[in-house]
């Protein structure tokens, strides 16, 4: 039976408030104009924004700052030899949590990590060009005269088993969805801080509702951690997550159906309501 204890790795983080002269250094000009209080986390938060709202750069300065595996260094621009994106993060602060006993935790999990939209879809192009390299033998084997027949069983033999070794075949069948919930499987473990940063990618509604269930599951039963960046209406839906709404000045906490793009959807199937009466 599992044991529900709610873990609080990252307690808050706090991005930070300095000014630079330039208006357009990154990531400075980012948070130009915000009157944002620190992150106090919950055992899942939620930053939603819309695109160019500065979620992911959120995360990646996090990231940065706390150490993970995955993080991105980020380079800032060529104004000068100031390395700002350091700057930016050495100025941040955060506090840890604490363990089921009370006591401050003093570091964060090794296995903790950043996880960006673009991990998984260098998963999904490694996987298909596997699977584009082994048509490409075959093809090649076909143009010397042999029928495709002939090609594929060539391949089953013993050479040219030998020629395809390289080449996965346990996931050519998956489809792009398969392959990121695939992702997640392996990399997801028990015990963690993960910053996901729109883990939606490739994913269908239902997968995608799916896989917040299992954020639900792992955040009560598996002593992990999670804040992500998303503005997928069927996670935001199915996350017990507070969440903060990056899209607004003050970056203040709202529920998830209050949230713009939520809204957005909810307006659009209310207005072809009648057509899923018929």
């Given at each position: ?71 991105e260094y980020a380079t ?140 639900n599951k792992m955040a ?8 992500i960046a998303t503005h ?47």
């Amino acid at each position: 039976m599992w044991k529900e204890f709610l873990v609080i790795y990252l307690s808050s983080f706090r991005l930070s408030n300095e000014q630079v002269k330039n208006p357009n250094i990154y990531p400075y000009h980012v948070f130009r104009g915000k009157d944002i209080e620190p992150f106090v986390f919950s055992p899942i938060t939620v930053l939603y924004g819309n695109n160019g709202s500065g979620k992911s750069t959120i995360l990646n300065i996090m990231a940065n700052k706390l150490m993970v595996k995955g993080r991105e260094y980020a380079t800032s621009n060529s104004f000068g030899i100031v390395d700002y994106c350091g700057k930016f993060s050495a100025e941040c602060c955060f506090s840890y949590g604490e363990d089921e006993f009370g006591n401050t935790i003093r570091k964060l999990p090794e296995n903790s990590r950043f996880i960006k939209s673009e991990d998984i879809l260098y998963e999904i192009k490694k996987i298909q060009q596997k699977q584009i390299l082994a048509d490409g033998m075959e093809y090649d084997y076909m143009k010397n005269g042999h029928s495709r027949k002939e090609a594929e069983e060539y391949f089953q033999t013993r050479e040219g088993r030998r020629q395809l070794e390289y080449i996965t075949f346990a996931q050519e069948k998956y489809s792009n969805g398969e392959t990121a919930m695939q992702f997640f499987e392996d990399y997801l473990l028990p015990d963690a801080l993960y910053l996901l940063d729109e883990p939606e990618v490739s994913l269908s509604p239902a997968n995608q509702v799916l896989l917040a269930e299992e954020i639900n599951k792992m955040a009560r039963f598996l002593s992990c951690q999670f804040v992500i960046a998303t503005h997928s209406p069927f996670m935001l839906g199915t996350l017990d997550a507070k969440i903060y709404n990056i899209d607004t000045d003050d970056y203040r906490c709202c529920e998830w159906y209050e949230l713009e793009n939520v809204r957005y959807f909810y307006e659009f199937f209310k207005k072809h309501e009648k057509e899923f009466e018929e």
